[in-house]
């Protein structure tokens, strides 16, 4: 079982609606989530951080963590053909030396 | 945001040469920095943990005498990829954590090795 895990994608959604990204986690002793995003050839960019379990809110962007569940979510409303990305979701156990894990991306498609 | 920068931010060399590569916080104190390499289409892939004052500590599967990692000062780090191969050839990026848990990502060195 991999430590975070991701559906490949590619996701598709039309420009406008609301686009979901998943990701669950196998440590539960992680204690700080990641989203990023990476457009091709460039290197990742930190979009939301969230640490506590319910829902934190930043723009169009909406991270969901469930920690019993070991799940972490990210919404994108009112998708834009530039949201068209691969969506990297990271895991930490906290502060420390620690690197993040990370999932192995989604990559999400915005149709115009 | 903090600000990461990487340098160069391409390379193109000759089989069995050595190249290194920056990477600075530029607006933070950076205790440890990550080193990654992504193949194209692929995942990001630890290479090692940089930390300030100490050696860098390497994944399983990757040379410590081939990469060599230097974390001299809390705002550089650099990764020297000596006799550098063809096979080589990747996207080298670097990451700095702030004094939270968030990393941030330079831009990347794509090196290719002829």
Sequence with gaps: ????????????????AI??????????????????????????????SIYSNGDKEDGRFTAQ????????????RDSQPSDSATYLCAVS?????????????TRLQVQP | GAVVSQHPSRVICKSGTSVKIECRSLDFQA????????????????????????????????????????????????LTVTSAHPEDSSFYICSARDLGDTQYFGPGTRLTVL
């Design chain 1, 1 to 16: 079982q991999k430590e975070v895990e991701q559906n490949s994608g590619p996701l598709s959604v039309p420009e406008g």
């Design chain 1, 19 to 48: 686009a979901s990204l998943n990701c669950t986690y196998s440590d539960r002793g992680s204690q700080s989530f990641f989203w990023y995003r990476q457009y091709s050839g460039k290197s990742p960019e930190l979009i939301m």
């Design chain 1, 65 to 76: 963590l469930n920690k019993a569940s070991q799940y972490v979510s990210l919404l994108i």
């Design chain 1, 93 to 105: 156990k906290g502060a420390g030396r620690r690197a993040l894990t990370f999932g192995s991306g």
């Design chain 2, 31 to 78: 205790t440890t920095m990550f080193w990654y390499r992504q193949f194209p289409k692929k995942s990001l892939m630890l290479m090692a943990t940089s930390n300030e004052g100490s050696k860098a500590t390497y994944e399983q599967g990757v040379e410590k005498d081939k990469f060599l990692i230097n974390h001299a000062s809390l705002t550089l780090s650099t």
